[in-house]
């Protein structure tokens, strides 16, 4: 710390000479001043990197002189010295942006500590802005093994919910917090959602969720983390110590919030690796909290193109209206009856919904006829499971949903199209989308049809069972026929699905 410089500030001279002589012991230059208006002389000067000051003092006192500090842009870290009186006065100081306090009287031993952590602070800080983007610090051997740990589990996430709750419980394991809040920056908020809280102090204390918060506003325009051994904060009608630390969840250049754990002062106070591993827990977190929301932009757009493809169909054929969308919603039904997990039922889901994408491409000569269609106008519209195929192909969020939309209309006994495959061959997810399609449109006004009842439909995919359909999914929709309201599921069915994730 020989490159460092102090500032002591008091206007009692023979404490302020002690505590020179204690701070010349850390090897720092110490320079001193009688009040906060010497001390902005000083200051202005720069190359200055802790004040140490009264919190009252004639002329300008410690909190007049803080916020003249930051009105200057003046990044120097602050300590507030105060007595038990003025606790209050110097913890909500904290809010402006100093560093820590000390309650008087005190030690030569309590001031060198606290001077030396938060000047150790400060390096940590100066470093992970010199270093490369997404490198805030490099973890004891210790933690290695935990980052790692951390970075898989986060990586096994596929929207912004997961991550955010893999990171608090992967911090929870970590550092044994008594509470939890990720605050996110105003920027963040629309992709990431509102601040998140964990643990009583911070869910239950509306007074300490804002003092927190506000602690966090300041630190997100610094990049700082920052830790206290030592906070006395309100809780059940009463004061508690905590120790806490913040860092920021940055990815590179671009802040997404800070992230606060603490815990009762007694269970131990956190330690400077302690706040360096959290940082880099938090840039972790901030990598794969951007991806996913960039993801989840893309697929918004992604889903108004597709969804714009599907109305495009139902515009050219007013009898479908709303087919695709019921289909959808029946085939993540049979989905769960046969005990599909999410993955498979949120891919059913979306390719009910785009499974007829293609008919885009169908003239509406053949779409709108009202009777038979002739061979040729057949070979027509047998193109367009192959047309809606290639129209999702790009989008590689839904290349899982391509062998159902190319599939659906094979036939169990291999007469289908368009590749004629029969059985176990054909996909298991389209054979599903297969038989509530069918159902769906004959239990729908067509151009060349009138509505058939739910149980005339169920009595002929029974019939088509072993042939067009999957006999043991034909027995199951049936099941689900007689025991379900679906008239009033097909009612509360829209275009509002979610895009799987790559």
């Known amino acids: 710390m020989h490159d460092k410089t102090i500032l002591l500030v008091d206007d009692e001279a023979a404490l302020l000479e002690v505590n020179r002589e204690a701070l010349l012991g850390l090897g720092c230059a110490v320079k001193t001043a009688g009040n906060g208006v010497q001390a902005l002389e000083i200051l202005d000067q720069g190359g200055v990197d802790l004040v140490v000051t009264d919190l009252r003092m004639p002329r300008l006192g410690g909190r007049e002189m803080l916020e003249e500090m930051r009105a200057r842009g ?32 005190f030690g030569v031993r309590e001031l060198q500590d606290k001077v030396a952590k938060v000047l150790r602070e400060r390096e940590l800080r100066q ?35 997961s991550v955010v709750k893999e990171f608090l419980v992967q911090l929870r394991e970590a550092f044994h917090p008594d509470s939890m809040g990720l605050f996110f920056t105003e920027c963040a908020r629309p992709d990431l959602g509102r601040d998140v809280f964990w643990g009583p102090m911070l869910r239950d204390n509306r007074r300490a969720r804002e003092w927190f918060g506000a602690v966090a506003g300041r630190l997100m325009e610094r ?4 830790l206290f051994e030592s906070l006395a904060v309100r809780s059940g009608g009463g004061k508690a110590a905590v120790s806490a630390m913040f860092a920021p969840v940055v990815d590179g250049q671009h802040l997404l919030g800070m992230i ?6 007694e269970a131990g106070a956190y330690s400077l690796p302690a706040l360096q591993l959290l940082s880099v827990f938090a840039a972790h977190a901030a ?34 209206k709303g087919h695709s969308e019921r289909v959808g919603a029946y085939a993540a039904m049979l989905g769960r009856e046969v005990g599909l997990g999410p993955a498979d ?27 038979p269609l002739t061979e040729a106008e057949f070979e027509v519209m047998k193109q367009h499971p192959a047309l809606g195929r290639d129209i999702l192909a790009d989008l590689r969020s839904l290349q899982g949903v391509l062998p159902i ?37 004959m239990t729908s006004d067509r151009a060349y049809q009138s509505a058939r009842s739910p149980q005339e439909a169920a009595a002929i995919l029974r019939r088509g069972a072993g042939q067009q359909w999957d006999e043991r999914l034909v027995e199951v929709w049936c099941r689900v026929v007689a025991t379900r309201d679906l008239a009033r599921v097909a009612a509360q069915t829209s275009l509002s699905v979610t895009l799987p994730l790559a």
């Open 260 to 265: 606060l754990v603490l815990r009762d002062q």
């Open 345 to 371: 039922l949120e891919l059913l889901s979306f390719a009910g919904v785009l499974h007829d994408v293609g008919k885009i491409g169908v003239p509406d000569r053949i779409l709108n006829k009202p009777g």
């Open 74 to 105: 003046c990044d120097a870290e602050v300590i507030f010295l105060t007595g038990y009186g003025s606790v209050e006065s110097a913890v909500s100081c904290i809010q402006l942006g100093a560093a820590d306090y000390l309650l008087k009287p």
């Open 127 to 161: 470093a992970e802005q010199r270093s490369a983007p997404r490198r805030p610090g490099t973890p004891d051997p210790q933690g290695l093994d935990l980052v790692l740990d951390f970075s898989q589990a986060l990586r096994r996430q596929r929207d912004v919910r």
């Open 287 to 320: 990598s794969a909290l951007d991806n996913v929301a960039v993801q989840c932009r893309l697929q918004d757009m992604n889903l108004e193109i597709i969804t714009s493809h599907v109305r495009s169909v139902e515009a050219k054929d007013v009898y479908t």
């Open 223 to 226: 990049r700082s983390p920052r």
């Open 405 to 441: 939309v190319y599939h659906h209309h094979e036939w169990y006994n291999g007469h289908g199209y368009p590749d004629g495959l029969a059985g176990d061959a054909i996909p298991f997810l389209a054979r599903i989308v297969s038989v509530v399609d069918g159902y769906e449109a």
